[in-house]
């Protein structure tokens, strides 16, 4: 399957932290990984993990059982996906330290991202939390214990004392950690391997970095995200690396979840172009120079930000990925094996368009297009799935036109998508889907705020708005029923909620509330009361 890559191991990350799928979806999507060319999981546990004894608070309402994570071992071995597990023990710690139970170990009393180094305790937290993973994944080979943005080391009380001695700093501070870590797992499991995201550890000085001993006990992942990576730069990297004693070094692009908190749909041009310049970077070395490639996929850029790109909808990026990958480049024959393998007419390419960082909040936001594993969408929609499982790995594929979904209620009835920016998406303008909208120039021009606040309206204009506008509310209102069926197969029902009152909720208030002003503005006032007859003027 790997052909001429130069990534042997191909992992695709499950970040759990936000909307982790279902078991039984798992069972279905797990075939499309393999079948797309991934021979292994990065599994994010966080709160979905079933801890134990005193961490069991550490678990999230619909965190999975030991079976269940027994069950999902056993469909990542019939497909050929090796699993190696993620527990964070230094950094994004939030899923542990909001609790206070642990908030004492936290290096900055406010805030809860970080784990305070100096605390036995703080070891003596994530130990347990690794043997505790360890032993639901009695056949790991490796275990990534994280340790990425270590936000505000050297910044606790203790961490300011220790640095007043001199020869200490953050780094040394930070190295110690990771090796305390690694020592720990070397002593329980002396099999399993540690994986550490790379950035604490760039601009070490070579010399700190080699005498630390963290480089014979760990592998690191370098990570870079960025469409216009800095191949020589990661060259030279890892050439540092390698001096510094590192024996094998590995590497993470993105497929969704890095190009913004909220992201909907991704940016498939952008990933793709982010593993051009890994492959460049792998080229450039002789073969084997990295032991693989992640694949990540976040879905919360940390515990407490919204979700980004739900996996269903990042399922196209990850295939063309995972196909370039393979092919050494993303040609005609690379795409049209992820058409089919995804059962679609045409894989969109176009990135979504999102709004200028510096333009004000527009009104409207957009919903995500969700209800389809691609954008894409023309007069001959596909409603085929992959292999047999396709109603059920995509679900949202079983509505008449998938494209009804590119953008909110309210964007269609003015027109517009987040920033202003005017997005005619697939066949949503043709005629067979006029009564989809309305013309924007009734509403900017007659409907305005400015007529909402004080009620203005010309009479012929509610006659063009409001029914067009009620028959769009029918009909969304039933979608949106539909679309909440659909991801529940796949979902818990938390992440459901949070997924519409985020994406969808909001776009339909606006509505309801351009409706209500409209019937407010097109009732007559009630006739004046009558004073009374004033009998001098009988006849």
């Given at each position: 399957m790997s052909g001429s890559t130069p990534f042997k191991m191909r992992l695709v990350h499950l970040d759990l932290k936000g909307a982790p799928p279902k078991v039984s979806y798992l069972s279905e999507i797990f075939p499309l990984f393999r079948g797309l060319g991934a021979n292994g999981l990065l599994i994010e546990y966080e709160d979905m993990f079933p801890y134990e004894g005193s961490l069991r608070l550490l678990r999230a309402k619909y965190a999975y059982s030991p079976s269940e994570i027994k069950e999902i071992l056993h469909l990542a071995g019939l497909n050929e996906l090796e699993v190696i597990p993620l527990v964070q023990t230094f950094g994004h710690m939030e899923f542990v330290l909001k609790h206070a139970a642990f908030a004492h170990l936290r290096e900055v009393g406010p805030f809860p991202c970080t784990l305070n180094p100096h605390e036995a305790e703080s070891l003596a937290l994530v130990g347990a939390m690794i043997d505790q993973v360890l032993e639901l994944h009695p056949g790991a080979?490796?275990?990534?214990?994280?340790?990425?943005?270590?936000?505000?080391?050297?910044?606790?009380?203790?961490?300011?004392?220790?640095?007043?001695?001199?020869?200490?700093?953050?780094?040394?501070?930070?190295?110690?950690?990771?090796?305390?870590?690694?020592?720990?797992?070397?002593?329980?499991?002396?099999?399993?391997?540690?994986?550490?995201?790379?950035d604490m550890l760039r601009d070490l000085p070579e010399d700190q970095l080699a005498a630390s001993g963290v480089p014979q006990l760990v592998e690191p992942v370098l990570w870079d995200y960025a469409a216009d990576l800095?191949?020589?730069?990661?060259?030279?990297?890892?050439?540092?690396?390698?001096?510094?004693?590192?024996?094998?070094l590995w590497a993470a692009s993105a497929f969704k979840g890095a190009t913004g908190p909220s992201q909907a749909?991704?940016?498939?041009?952008?990933?793709?172009?982010?593993?051009?310049?890994?492959?460049?970077?792998?080229?450039?070395?002789?073969?084997?120079?990295?032991?693989?490639?992640?694949?990540?996929?976040?879905?919360?850029?940390?515990?407490?930000?919204?979700?980004?790109?739900?996996?269903?909808?990042?399922?196209?990026?990850?295939?063309?990925?995972?196909?370039?990958?393979?092919?050494?480049?993303?040609?005609?024959?690379?795409?049209?094996?992820?058409?089919?393998?995804?059962?679609?007419?045409?894989?969109?390419?176009?990135?979504?368009?999102?709004?200028?960082?510096?333009?004000?909040?527009h009104p409207i936001s957009p919903l995500p297009v969700l209800l389809s594993p691609s954008p894409a969408c023309g007069d001959s929609c596909s409603q085929q799935g992959f292999l047999q499982g396709g109603g059920r790995l995509f679900p949202w594929q079983q509505h008449p036109c998938p494209c009804h979904t590119s953008q909110p209620p309210s964007a269609q009835l003015c027109g517009r998508a987040a920033g202003g920016q005017h997005q005619p998406h697939g066949c949503l303008g043709s005629p067979r889907h006029t009564r989809m909208w309305i013309c924007p120039r009734y509403i900017t021009g007659w409907f305005s705020p400015y007529?909402?606040?004080?009620?203005?309206?010309?009479?012929?204009?509610?006659?063009?708005?409001?029914?067009a506008a009620l028959s769009l509310l029918a009909q969304w209102s039933t979608l949106v029923q539909e679309l909440e069926v659909a991801l529940q197969l796949a979902f818990y029902p938390d992440a459901v909620e949070e997924w519409l009152e985020e994406n969808v909720h909001p776009s339909l208030q606006r509505l309801r509330a351009l409706l209500q002003d409209l019937s407010e503005v097109a009732t007559p006032p009630p006739p004046p009361t009558s004073p009374g007859r004033d009998a001098a003027q009988d006849p």
């Open positions: 080979r490796w275990l990534h214990v994280g340790c990425d943005e270590v936000y505000y080391l050297g910044e606790g009380e203790a961490s300011r004392r220790w640095l007043q001695q001199e020869q200490n700093s953050t780094g040394k501070l930070c190295l110690s950690h990771m090796r305390a870590v690694a020592s720990h797992m070397q002593t329980r499991r002396p099999s399993v391997t540690p994986l550490v995201w790379d800095d191949v020589h730069g990661k060259v030279l990297l890892m050439q540092k690396y390698w001096r510094c004693g590192f024996s094998r749909v991704p940016p498939i041009k952008h990933h793709l172009r982010n593993h051009v310049q890994w492959l460049q970077v792998a080229g450039s070395r002789p073969t084997d120079s990295l032991q693989g490639i992640i694949l990540t996929g976040w879905q919360r850029y940390d515990h407490f930000s919204v979700l980004c790109e739900l996996l269903p909808a990042g399922v196209p990026s990850l295939a063309a990925c995972l196909q370039l990958l393979l092919h050494g480049g993303f040609d005609g024959d690379a795409k049209a094996k992820v058409e089919n393998l995804l059962g679609i007419s045409n894989l969109e390419m176009m990135d979504p368009v999102r709004q200028a960082p510096c333009s004000p909040p007529h909402r606040r004080r009620k203005l309206i010309h009479p012929v204009m509610v006659q063009h708005i409001q029914p």
